[in-house]
């Protein structure tokens, strides 16, 4: 008798913390893209409310690249993702245009899920929202295309660094921090090119600058 209501204890306080366990799951936002003959053809982007986020080129990818955004990033994707009503309504133009890629927004949390597929939006809030994953997909490839080129060709190593510059001049780079280990070994590795180790110094040094404090309205 005694076995039988520990055993009943047991059960009963497990499934007191389920409830726990449930409503402790992360808000998660999840973007898709695939589009026939552009390379990549499919890129799959998650992104959790803590920053954790990953991003993959196959649906059946078993390592992806995993970042952390910044608190303001990731602030910036989920009020995006507010003002969309968590992609409870349709996105779609409707417009007769070009196929530009069959796109997904997906919210979940342990109380909801929604999610909206697209082509061609007009609605501002789901362009800004579409920028933000394209952003990191750029921010990623050029990671992907830095980091081929340091273990494979150190020749290629200016010419990714000359891409990665370009996107941080434009402000495309969204979790920069994640490129400070290849651009410190590259700025530390005499076995490159000298133009290449400037040039990696110079893009470490404007990431690891303190960012600017945003101007407040005018009354």
Same mark, same amino acid.
């Given at each position: 008798?005694?076995?039988?209501?520990?055993?009943?204890?047991?059960?009963?306080?497990?499934?007191?913390?389920?409830?726990?366990?449930?409503?402790?799951?992360?808000?998660?936002?999840?973007?898709?893209?695939?589009?026939?003959?552009?390379?990549?053809?499919?890129?799959?982007?998650?992104?959790?409310?803590?920053?954790?986020?990953?991003?993959?080129?196959?649906?059946?990818?078993?390592?992806?690249? =995993? &970042?952390?955004?910044? $608190?303001?990033?990731?602030? /910036?994707?989920?009020? !995006?993702?507010?003002?969309?009503?968590?992609?409870? %309504?349709?996105?779609?133009?409707?417009?007769?245009?070009?196929?530009?890629?069959?796109?997904?927004?997906?919210?979940?949390?342990?109380?909801?899920?929604?999610?909206?597929?697209?082509?061609?939006?007009?609605?501002?809030?789901?362009?800004?929202?579409?920028?933000?994953?394209? =952003? &990191?997909?750029?921010? $990623?490839?050029?990671?992907? /295309?830095?980091?081929? !080129?340091?273990?494979?060709?150190?020749?290629?190593? %200016?010419?990714?660094?000359?891409?990665?510059?370009?996107?941080?001049?434009?402000?495309?780079?969204?979790?920069?921090?994640?490129?400070?280990?290849?651009?410190?070994?590259?700025?530390?590795?005499?076995?490159?090119?000298?133009?290449?180790?400037?040039?990696?110094?110079?893009?470490?040094?404007?990431?690891?600058?303190?960012?600017?404090?945003?101007?407040?309205?005018?009354?």
């Amino acid at each position: 008798m005694m076995r039988c209501s520990l055993r009943l204890a047991s059960c009963f306080v497990a499934l007191s913390f389920a409830p726990l366990a449930i409503a402790s799951a992360e808000p998660q936002l999840f973007y898709s893209k695939y589009f026939k003959g552009s390379v990549p053809e499919y890129t799959q982007i998650s992104v959790d409310r803590s920053g954790k986020a990953s991003y993959q080129e196959a649906k059946d990818d078993e390592n992806p690249i =995993r &970042i952390q955004l910044s $608190e303001a990033e990731v602030s /910036a994707m989920f009020d !995006a993702a507010a003002k969309l009503n968590h992609f409870q %309504n349709p996105v779609e133009s409707g417009l007769k245009v070009a196929n530009m890629g069959q796109k997904t927004f997906r919210y979940e949390d342990d109380k909801e899920k929604h999610e909206v597929l697209f082509n061609y939006s007009i609605d501002p809030n789901a362009q800004a929202m579409l920028d933000w994953f394209e =952003r &990191i997909a750029e921010t $990623e490839q050029d990671f992907i /295309a830095l980091d081929r !080129a340091v273990h494979y060709d150190k020749l290629g190593v %200016n010419d990714a660094l000359l891409l990665l510059a370009i996107s941080q001049e434009h402000k495309r780079l969204v979790a920069a921090p994640q490129f400070l280990p290849l651009l410190d070994r590259i700025a530390k590795n005499e076995t490159f090119l000298h133009i290449a180790r400037e040039r990696a110094a110079s893009i470490a040094d404007e990431i690891r600058k303190p960012a600017a404090p945003e101007k407040q309205a005018q009354p």
